[in-house]
């Protein structure tokens, strides 16, 4: 698991919405990429930049699928190994993703 202070997850998530609003996956920092890896069971791709080549480009939209409600790829989301005490976090990248109308 992957301990946050309060500040740590608001950084999260400022992160998330800079790398949701320029759909640049090279932008995820390595709190993010910790964050969706140990906390939310994400595939690590051998580390962060593995990572972020693995959505990169014409691949960012397998991405935002993860944050899809409807997608098959959110099942992350209800799976009994993320860890609930980042389910606010969680579901707040759900809402912003989806409020920026990207699927």
Not at 38 to 46: D, E, G
Not at 79 to 99: D, F, R
Request: charged share 25%; glycine share 0%.
């Amino acid at each position: 698991m992957f301990k946050m202070t309060e500040e740590q997850r608001e950084k999260v998530l400022r992160n998330f919405k800079k790398v949701m609003d320029k759909q640049n996956s090279r932008l995820i920092n390595k709190e993010l990429y910790y964050h969706l890896n140990l906390n939310c069971n994400f595939i690590a791709h051998f580390n962060l930049q593995g990572f972020r080549e693995a959505y990169a480009d014409e691949n960012f939209e397998e991405f935002r699928e993860f944050f899809n409600p409807d997608s098959p790829a959110s099942q992350w989301l209800h799976a009994p190994e993320t860890n609930q005490e980042y389910a606010s976090l969680n579901q707040a990248m759900v809402e912003y993703a989806n409020s920026q109308n990207l699927h």
